[in-house]
């Protein structure tokens, strides 16, 4: 045979051998790759389905509520959901009773958020600290059992007469609330660390502020961002609270105005108003648990929320 033909019979057997490997290959990846199109694909399904239930279920609820307070039950006492939204467009478009309903919004806001933020700071400190110091724990176990069982309603009045009307007085009251949310969690993620862990960094020679920065408040992260979903939610209550207690504006004041002039309307839409508030730093406080839990792996289940 001429070396030419050789050569070309080479060459188409060799191109036959390497389009055998390269066909699992390339069909795996097609397969892989139609694989997620198709989860994707479920996983937008089950949305639009849990979402169409969810429009379901409020429309259903409206609806009797609407169609029940126009003929059984008396408006003036239950309002009505057209009343509610009646008193929302009010608020948005003319103001309220107390003026600018975004002024009244703006105040709680600035309450709730500084009462948050001090109330997270301290908590997390003193949980951490007291959680790896048996003998300060136990020594400041039965004062912080006692301050946590006083009434939040009556340090709020407290609160009242040492600050005044101002803000100083709600963020008091929406520091205690967060404060002691934050701090038992913390707490006990710091004394949930592994102690393996510990031991194997202080046979490597890490110091103590090592061991707190690198091993303990990493693993106390998980315990610590659980406690802040529900602390940003006490932090709203702490401020409405202390301006329904006493205050010249928020949307506790108007909250209050509303009940004093018998206008349930007005009290159901300052409620939509705080839920609203709330949801939204529910969503901020869930983009900033996954961007610092990016380095745990995910747990079967996790996608279930409440």
Partial sequence: MPRNAKTAKSAATIERTADAVASPQASGDHGEAAAIARARTAGLRRA??????????IA????SWELAARHWIDPFYYSMPSKIWERLVGWFTDGTSQGSIWEQISVTLQEAVAGFALGAAGGVVLGIVLGRSRFLSDVCAPFIKAVNAIPRIILASLFI???????????????VLV???V???AFQGAREVDR??????????????????????????SWILASLHSAFGFAIIGAIVGEYTGAD???GLLI?????????????AGMIIITVLALLAEWLLTLLEGRLLRWRPSVAGTDIQI
């Fill in 179 to 181: 404060f002691f949310a």
């Fill in 256 to 268: 209050n105005h509303s009940q004093g002039v018998f206008d349930a309307a007005g009290i159901y």
């Fill in 249 to 251: 504006k928020g949307l």
């Fill in 183 to 185: 701090f038992f969690n």
């Fill in 161 to 175: 007469i040492w600050f005044g009307l101002g803000m100083q007085s709600k963020i008091a009251t929406a520091f």
């Fill in 60 to 63: 259903v609820w409206l609806g």
């Fill in 48 to 57: 639009l389905g849990i979402n169409a239930v969810r429009i379901v279920l």
């Fill in 196 to 221: 393996n862990l510990v031991n194997n960094a202080r046979i490597l020679g890490a110091g103590r502020m090592q061991v707190l920065w690198t091993i303990v408040v990493p693993s106390a992260t």
